[in-house]
């Protein structure tokens, strides 16, 4: 852990009701060790009261805190100074795109709350219920149905905001709901078959990788929907997803 | 069911093209795109071009003498690399959209520019030593 401060100046994307947006200057020092979120807090705490930005748990388990840093979707609580930036340079801190802006750098993420539910994504499930990875099966352990385990996805927007298809296309369902979809499965559900092969489902996806670039739960969202496609097609031709 | 809006972003619709801070897929995605646009807008061209044989000899002759020009014969090499990217990243796409070499997208990429570059060369000093 480094003692010595850095200088740092942080560029922090502003907007109030139907204010015009801005960037305001706030220069701290920081131990470069720390994240991008203490400084954040720091800023609020020491300089500008009125600054509005969302987190919660500070250890990138609740989701909150996504925003991008230097223009890459991140979890600031768990996203160094040190590797955003140098002593004397500047870090710029936008909110999250592709949602509306609440104010500043919250922004409001009920739609894709509201799409995990419709596509019936649990937060919490059986352990064996969570394919490890596109294509492989769960593995059975003996203690099926005893042992629960948080969902790997933390709902935290990132994927969405990085996704240039949800940035043209408000409609697309976006790679954090259809992961959500694979994890509940379309063999069951009939509405959400139709909702995965839909327009605005799994062929609308252009095979830009970026939502599992920033994934910071490495859920590799391509790779669901990827695998989501083969279950469409099997479905289609044979009745069930495989 | 929630509402579901479906309207293209054209507000900001050269945020379609930024790739700034993004990585290889999105850079392979927008280049995708543009070379998609220079194929469809070349066809039109190539169409336009194909109908002066409807005003005669003179006409498409006039045509073939511009053809030669260099910075005409440039254009067709720009026209052959975006086909080769084009059609080469399809393949990649294609591959990858059904769960194939998922992991490799960036290695597959780096493979797709390398033939597309070196077709490129070899179709430039082709077409320029003609």
Known sequence: MSTSKWDVTFL?????GQGTPHYDEFTIKVNPDEYVLDAIERIWAYQDRSLVFAHACHHSTCGACGMRVNGVEKLTCITLIRDVTADGGKVKVDPLRNFPIISDLTVDMGVLYTRMDEVGHRPVLPLSEEPAE???KPVKIAAEGDIIRLADC???????????????TSGYLGPAVLAGALQHGLDSDQHLFSLVEGENGVWRCHSAFECTEVCPSYVEPA???????KQVIWKRIFGIAK | ???????????????????RHRDIGDWAFVLHRLTALGLVLYLGMHLIVLGTLTLG???????????????FIFG???VVAAALYHGLNGLRVGLTSFGVAIPYQKQLWYVVMAIAVIGSIIFAISMFTA
């Open chain 2, 57 to 71: 000899p003179d006409a498409f002759n006039s045509f073939i003498d511009l053809a030669h020009n260099p910075l």
């Open chain 1, 12 to 16: 922090v994307y502003r907007k109030k």
């Open chain 1, 154 to 168: 933390i709902e935290c927007g990132l994927c969405i905001s990085a996704c240039p298809i949800a940035n043209t």
């Open chain 1, 223 to 229: 790779g669901k929907i990827m695998e989501l496609r």
């Open chain 2, 1 to 19: 069911m929630s509402e579901r809006e479906n309207k293209p972003n054209t507000s900001n619709w050269f945020m379609w093209f930024d790739v």
């Open chain 2, 76 to 78: 067709e090499l720009l």
């Open chain 1, 134 to 136: 596109p294509g492989v």
